[in-house]
């Protein structure tokens, strides 16, 4: 539904005084007095530069944000002056602990420090020095099609968001507008590399898609960071270190090392915001548990996805001899199990110790398993 202001501007009378006033150098200077606190920001590492972190000073820091924000409903940018009849933006998501984690600032900082270019920093051309077989490149050209199927998720979850999140978490909101920027960028290198060796895309995942959209439309942001700012970020950085292992080109192993970078910042944010939430809201832990019990099917889905598993057997082994599929099969069972380990592991250090004895899915890892 669309937003009307409470006058048409164009007929305020008011408001076009004013602005001819002003253009005829008659200025009030009413904002010289503006009851706000008075700093200079200054950075505390010239060669880092100014950060969110050196800003982080009285009024307009974040470390002093209540938990519940209850005075700010507009787009006032957090220390700013409110005076008169300010827009109710109707934010839903207004308890710092909702959205908050420790790391933030730190993040938004690095994925700026550590920005880079598919178009420009991917060596294209030396996938014509050493081109790979046919099987080896459609095997890739799978794999990376399923790679977009996941960062398509990774851009619309914190899309789906930041206007429902209160103006004066701006930080953590700044780092959303990152995540995306970081998920569009992985999502454009995995493409052209997939149309780059000639084969053309590969098909999508039933499973992994029912199981993606499960946790992109979590009712809950805490919930919804859970599913895809952990077990799907954790899934892909274990994903990545695999491939990076494996592959014979440069091309790959340099996509690979940069989405390790990247989904590592993802997962850094997804257990601190977890162990923050936690922290902070003692009483939601069973919930939350009870989410994660309910949810981590979806894992199963996106995990024993063939479109997943066997790329990755056929990269793993360097083809489809039965000698290469049977080392294939090894090493994916290994990073399996190191999916599985990991993401148990970041759960109980992030607040939910005791998830890796009911889960289900170690029951189901060693059934998929059970021949490899």
Not at 93 to 115: C, G, H, P
Not at 201 to 229: C, H, M, Y
Not at 297 to 322: K, V
Request: hydrophobic fraction near 40%; include cysteine; charge should be negative.
């Amino acid at each position: 539904m669309a937003f009307y202001a409470d006058k048409d501007y164009t007929e305020d009378e008011t408001v076009l005084n004013a602005a001819a006033q002003v253009m005829q150098g008659n200025l009030s200077l009413h904002w010289f007095d503006a009851k706000t606190e008075r700093i200079k920001g200054r950075p505390s590492n010239m060669n880092r530069g100014l950060t969110y972190q050196d800003l982080d000073i009285g009024t307009y820091g974040y470390t002093n944000i209540p938990e519940n924000v209850r005075t700010s409903q507009s787009m006032v940018s957090r220390g700013s002056e409110k005076i008169g009849k300010l827009p109710d933006m109707g934010y839903v998501v207004n308890r710092k602990s909702d959205v908050w984690s420790d790391n933030v600032t730190e993040l938004y900082e690095e994925s700026k420090a550590r920005r880079w270019v598919p178009a420009t920093d991917i060596p294209w051309k030396e996938l014509h020095a050493s081109p790979l077989g046919p099987e080896l490149e459609c095997a890739y050209a799978q794999l990376y099609t399923f790679l977009q199927e996941c960062e398509i998720v990774s851009l619309d979850f914190p899309s789906r968001w930041v206007p429902l999140i209160n103006q004066d978490f701006l930080e953590q909101k700044s780092w959303l507008c990152a995540q995306m920027l970081d998920a569009s960028r992985l999502l454009e290198a995995f493409r052209k590399r997939a149309l780059y060796g000639g084969t053309g895309l590969g098909r999508a995942s039933v499973t992994a898609e029912q199981g993606l959209k499960e946790w992109l439309w979590a009712d809950k942001f805490p919930q919804g960071s859970v599913s895809i700012n952990l077990s799907l970020a954790g899934l892909l950085l274990v994903i990545y270190r695999h491939v990076s292992a494996f592959a014979t080109t440069t091309v790959d192993r340099k996509i690979m090392g940069y989405a390790m970078q990247d989904a590592g910042r993802q997962v850094a944010y997804g257990l601190s915001q977890l162990r923050y939430h936690l922290k902070h809201r003692p009483l939601e832990v069973a919930a939350m548990e009870e989410y994660v019990d309910d949810s981590e099917h979806a894992m199963i889905g996106i995990l024993g996805s063939p479109e997943l598993l066997e790329p990755m057997i056929i990269i793993s082994g360097g083809g489809l001899e039965q000698s290469q599929i049977n080392k294939g099969r090894s090493a994916t069972a290994k990073f399996i199990r190191l999916v599985v380990s990991e993401y148990m592991e970041r759960l109980a250090v992030a607040g939910l110790a005791g998830h890796s004895r009911r889960s289900r899915i170690p029951a189901l890892i060693d059934r998929i398993q059970a021949t490899a």
